[in-house]
């Protein structure tokens, strides 16, 4: 049985299923990150709550502290993070590209210092597949080389390029039959730059595809834009990862464009600085006016941070400095958009995506859709 079925498309919008060795993710879907093996604040059974089925952890990170042995000796991620549905690892790419002070790249692969200890370590495409084995993650993601949203055509050019030999070489050094690895298009902002690799890659029939190097500096018209001609060279049975994606406007632009999975800090991050989602916009509960509020966050949330505090609680928490605040809200930014990706899903199978857009982007305030 294929790793993924379409169900529903409605123009470029996708409903999906992707299956993987820990569970059904019914897809598009919202993907929390936890770098270090833990979504910041959020217990393993309040994301069950929250309707998560699927979160990131990172392979850099992971690989420096604990090791893949001590995770290995605790019987692989899912049972050393108490996770029992499914997880995407990231290679580390784009965390050694957002450190590149104290990297060194080449045809073999990323030469870096440990930013924890300054000790030197190198990732080529093969030791990365190796440690996500070890890791024992559902998705596993290849080595690319990542620049920066300004990067110039030669720059982009040659990182796509040697993106598409580290894939060729990490696609011949997988032994694992449960994990699905998927590959990633680079190209800076280069229309034919990404859909030249789009089309390399999907020839080397990875079981998944993801699109990197974006939302990395460039204007955001841009980033859509480049989504959107990627989107289209990738195969229409294969699932399609957005990296990197989480602002509510920009989850749906994604879906719009054909993606199915995203992954972000945000949520959390915004949580840590008393920054709430709804779906009408966003509330900064460090603002007076929420001192004396005693409606929930969201009225149209479900979530048990919605179905428990007031504005007002939740606003003295923060002013005295609280742990419970940041973890509550968080609680409900990830719940938010769960359901956001679980009602773009609802309205592509209706057929009714295009209207259900238009409607989510004007509640929440601000951007103007674009047209795919």
Known sequence: MSAFSLLADDRH????VLRTAHGEVPTPAFMPVGTQASV??????????????????????????????????????????????????????????SLSRL?????????????LDGSRHTFTPESVVALQEQLGSDIA??????????????????????TLRWAQRAREAITRSDQLTFAIVQGGTFEHLRRAQAQALAGLDFPGYAVGGL??????????????VTAAELPTHKPRYLMGVGTPEDVIEAIARGMDLFDCVYPTRCARHALVLTRSGRLNLRNASYARDL????????????????RAYLAHLFRAGELLAPRAV??????????????????ILDRRFWTWREEQLSRLGGLAATEP
């Open 13 to 16: 919008a996708r409903a999906g």
């Open 40 to 97: 910041k604040g959020v217990a393993p059974d309040e994301l069950l709550a929250c309707g998560v089925r699927v979160l990131l952890a990172n392979a850099y990170h992971l690989y420096l502290r604990p090791g893949a042995e001590v995770i290995a000796a605790a019987g692989g991620l899912h049972r050393f993070m108490a996770w029992p549905a499914s997880i995407l690892t990231d290679s580390g790419g784009f965390q050694i590209f």
């Open 103 to 115: 990297a060194r790249i080449d045809d073999e692969g990323y030469h870096f210092a440990s930013h």
């Open 141 to 162: 993601m290849v080595l690319d080389h990542v620049v920066a949203g300004d990067a110039d055509a030669a720059l982009a050019e040659e990182a796509a390029a040697r």
């Open 215 to 228: 939302w990395v500096g460039e204007e955001r018209r841009v980033g859509l834009a480049m989504l959107t």
């Open 295 to 310: 409606r929930p966050l969201d009225a149209s949330c479900s979530c048990v941070t919605c179905r428990t505090y007031s």
């Open 330 to 347: 968080s609680v409900h930014n990830i719940a938010m958009l769960v359901a956001l990706a679980g009602e773009a899903r609802a309205a």
